[in-house]
């Protein structure tokens, strides 16, 4: 059975940093980009990040570019979002999110984790 | 960015009812659309994808169809557990976007 599970989310300052994680099982890990998009009440779902099967390759949106750095590792099943400079816009759930082997690595997401909160404020 | 318009921002409808939502992209995105579910404290599922296609294990009663800037997903027969929000998400330009979402709700 597939499995995402999100940790490292919390309350944080604004302009602190968080460390997001996830860690992926039932399937093989290493075949798949992966993706993290956030959840807000107002804005709905935001991708975020999406990073190739290999690491080498990673993409971002706007919002976050040059704040947010994604990465995995392979051996460990692992999915990283680190987080810098946060402020009130990044207050959100953030979902790890599985694309398929086929396909680019932000078009379809097939598996999702259950997200975690992460909240900025003072 | 590829804008998607999604309507109505939310509906109530009874047990049975056909439900339809639309999703209306700034631009042509040919077929490149998916419907996702997403329940408060659960993990989004996937239902529609490339459109019209339904994800495996998906019941038959949630359909997606439509081409170019104007689609359409339907819940034929709603049942209590389809009470979620869903999403339309186009692909089909970097960066993925998502619509704003539909609150389904059961009277």
């Known amino acids: 059975e597939v499995q995402l599970v999100e940790s490292g989310g919390g309350l944080v300052k604004p302009g602190g940093s968080l460390r997001l994680s996830c860690a992926a099982s039932g399937f093989n890990f290493r075949s798949h980009s992966m993706n993290w998009v956030r959840q807000t009440p107002t804005k709905g779902l935001e991708w975020v990040s999406s990073?190739?099967?290999?690491?080498?390759?990673?993409y971002y949106a706007d919002s976050v570019k040059g704040r947010f750095t994604v990465s995995r590792d392979n051996a460990e099943s692992s999915l990283f979002l680190q987080m810098t400079s946060l402020s009130a816009e990044d207050t959100a759930v953030y979902f790890c999110?599985?694309?398929?082997?086929?396909?680019?690595?932000?078009?379809?997401?097939?598996?999702w984790g259950q997200g975690i909160l992460v909240a900025v404020s003072s | 960015d590829i804008q998607m318009t999604q309507s109505p921002p939310s509906l109530s409808a009874s047990i049975g009812d056909r439900v339809t939502i639309t999703c209306q992209a700034s631009q042509d995105i040919n077929y490149s659309v998916n419907w996702y579910q997403v329940k408060p404290g659960k993990a989004p599922k996937v239902l529609i994808y490339d459109g019209s296609n339904l994800e495996p294990g998906v019941p038959s009663r949630f359909t997606g169809s439509g081409f170019g800037t104007d689609f359409t997903f339907t819940i034929s027969d709603l049942q209590s557990e389809d009470v979620a929000t869903y999403y339309c998400q186009q692909y089909d330009n970097f960066p993925p976007t998502f619509g704003p979402g539909t609150k389904v709700d059961v009277k």
């Open positions: 999110a599985r694309a398929p082997v086929v396909g680019y690595s932000y078009a379809k997401f097939d598996f």
């Open positions: 990073i190739s099967s290999s690491g080498t390759s990673t």
